[in-house]
C-alpha cells in the first residue's frame, strides 16, 4: 500500500493496479489539483474542494464514486460510509466519514468533519482502527488540539493530518505536532505500508509532504 497527499483533504491510496481516491480537488477549487485513473473516488462532503470527481478519471478508467452513508463493496474492498457534522465554509452540512477495509487494513478516513461526537459511529465500524486520517486546519473543520485529542481516543495504529498548510492557516501542523510532541517531525514524500508493518504502532503521527 501507497499512500500519498495532494493537498487539503486530496488523498491517493494505491495497491496492486487498485487505486483509491479520497476526497479530490476539484477544477472549480481554488486549490491546486492533480489528476490520475483511479478505481474508487470517496467524498466526505459535497463541496468543489472534495467533489473533483473529474480530476480522477482518465482515459476509460471511470472511478466507483462513494458519495453518503452506507455499505459498500467493490472488487473486494469493503466501505462503510457514517453520516458526521461539518462547518465548513461556514454551513452546516453532512459529512460522511468512512471506514475503508484494504488489503486486511482498516483505514479510518474523518474528511472536513468538524464534530468531534462521534464515538457511536465508530462503535460500528467492526475492528479497530490502523490508520486514521483526521483533519486540523479549523476553519470549519476540527481545532488541531480537537483533532488530536479525537485520533488518540480511537487508538490508531497510525494518525495521518490532513486539511491544513491553505492559504490563512500557519499553525494547526505546529499545534497538532505539538500536542503528539513531536514538533520536529519531517514530512514523507509518500508513505509505503504492509500489514506487518503496523505490528506494535500505537498512535504513531506521519505527515505527508503535499505533492
Excluded: W
Excluded at 62 to 81: D, S
Excluded at 93 to 105: D, P, S, W
Excluded at 114 to 134: G, Q, T
Excluded at 173 to 199: A, C, Q
Amino acid at each position: 500500500m501507497v499512500i500519498t497527499f495532494h493537498g487539503l483533504e486530496f488523498v491517493k491510496i494505491s495497491f496492486g493496479d487498485m487505486v483509491l481516491a479520497f476526497n479530490p480537488i476539484s477544477k472549480d477549487s481554488k486549490h491546486k489539483s492533480v489528476s490520475f485513473g483511479a478505481d474508487i473516488a470517496v467524498t466526505t462532503l459535497n463541496d468543489e474542494d472534495f467533489n473533483g470527481i473529474q480530476a480522477v478519471t482518465r482515459g476509460e478508467k471511470e472511478p466507483f464514486v462513494i458519495l453518503r452513508p452506507g455499505e459498500y463493496e467493490y472488487k473486494g474492498i469493503f466501505i462503510q460510509g457514517f453520516s458526521g457534522k461539518s462547518g465548513y465554509k461556514g454551513k452546516e452540512r453532512i459529512n460522511t466519514f468512512y471506514n475503508v477495509v484494504l488489503e486486511e487494513t482498516n483505514i479510518c478516513f474523518l474528511g472536513a468533519i468538524s464534530s468531534a461526537n462521534i464515538k457511536e459511529s465508530i462503535s460500528a465500524m467492526e475492528n479497530e482502527v490502523d490508520i486514521l486520517f483526521v483533519p486540523i486546519g479549523g476553519d470549519g473543520v476540527l481545532e488541531a488540539d480537537e483533532a488530536y485529542k479525537l485520533a488518540v481516543s480511537l487508538e490508531p495504529k497510525i494518525i495521518i493530518p490532513i486539511h491544513y498548510g491553505y492559504e490563512g492557516d500557519k499553525n494547526s501542523l505546529k499545534t497538532f505536532l505539538k500536542e503528539g510532541g513531536v514538533e520536529n517531525l519531517k514530512p514523507v514524500e509518500k508513505l509505503t505500508l504492509r500489514k506487518k508493518d503496523l505490528i506494535g504502532k500505537e498512535g504513531e503521527i506521519v505527515v505527508l509532504a503535499q505533492n
